[in-house]
């Protein structure tokens, strides 16, 4: 039985507490007013096994991992992106982020050193046109105009064909990216990969990027930092 947390005053919440523990064969909750014996409860953290998700110290191993992933060079830059592909997972945003790197469509500013993206039109996959100001201090100087990086590729490890996901096909197209944005062609949304083949995609990424809405806890960031 998995009991939500209730308020203290709440008639619910005092009838829960009067019974659940002692009729219930077991609890998880995140309420601490339960009162429980000690002794019969059982601590489940959040965690990775290490043994499973560890760094591989062959550097060309892992290059030839890199090459069979996605083909990118040893001197290219990879981002890996491991999560389901649901509407609360934003990655569909993995796009256009491949598109303002691969076209370097962003301006930096001067003063805050942070970066301003130009507009996009997402049809035809070209910058509509280039912000002069900066979106996070307000300056009016010209912003140093980013570099384009065609040697960043990204990488997302997820089903194509969720029920309830983005079509992420059809991104990709919109935004002409099919070059640096790369799939794997074999998930399914009930059918993943072993954990030795995961730890290897993680070793393949030079860095690790998870665009959310929510998590229930998200561990493919704990198993990407192991």
Same mark, same amino acid.
């Given at each position: 039985? #998995?009991a939500?947390?209730? !308020?203290?005053?709440?008639?619910p919440?005092r ?21 429980? +014996?000690?002794?019969? &409860?059982?601590?489940?953290? !959040?965690? &990775?096994?290490?043994?499973?998700? !560890?760094?591989?110290?062959?550097? %060309?191993? &892992? ?20 999560? #389901? +592909?649901?509407?609360?997972? !934003? /990655?569909a ?26 507009? /996009?039109?997402?049809?035809? %996959?070209?910058?509509? #046109? ?9 300056? %009016?100087?010209?912003l140093?105009?980013?570099?384009? #990086?065609?040697?960043? @590729?990204?990488?997302? @490890?997820?089903?194509? +064909? ?8 059809? &991104? /990709?197209?919109? @935004? ?5 944005? @790369? ?7 009930? /059918? ?10 993680? +070793? ?23």
């Open positions: 039985y #998995r939500p947390p209730l !308020h203290k005053n709440s008639r919440g009838r829960r507490r009067r019974w659940l523990p002692e009729g219930a064969r077991s609890v998880v909750t995140r309420d601490p007013r339960f009162k429980v +014996n000690p002794l019969r &409860v059982r601590v489940i953290p !959040h965690g &990775v096994d290490t043994g499973a998700f !560890h760094p591989i110290q062959d550097r %060309g191993q &892992v290059a030839e991992l890199r090459r069979e992933l996605c083909g990118v060079r040893p001197e290219d830059t990879l981002i890996g992106c491991v999560a #389901r +592909n649901q509407w609360r997972k !934003h /990655v945003q993995l796009a256009p982020l491949a598109w303002f790197l691969a076209t370097g469509s962003y301006g930096k500013c001067g003063s805050c050193q942070r970066l301003t993206l130009d507009e /996009v039109d997402n049809v035809l %996959g070209v910058s509509r #046109r280039q912000k002069m100001k900066c979106e996070w201090c307000g300056q %009016g100087q010209m140093e105009r980013g570099i384009p #990086r065609p040697d960043i @590729h990204l990488y997302y @490890h997820g089903s194509m +064909n969720e029920p309830a996901g983005w079509d992420l096909r059809e &991104v /990709v197209r919109s @935004h002409r990216v099919e070059s640096n944005l @790369h799939f794997s062609n074999r998930l399914r949304s009930t /059918v993943g990969v072993p954990d030795q083949e995961l730890c290897q995609i993680y +070793n393949c990424f030079d860095a690790f990027i998870l665009p959310t809405a929510a998590e229930g806890f998200g561990l493919p960031i704990l198993e990407a930092m192991s």
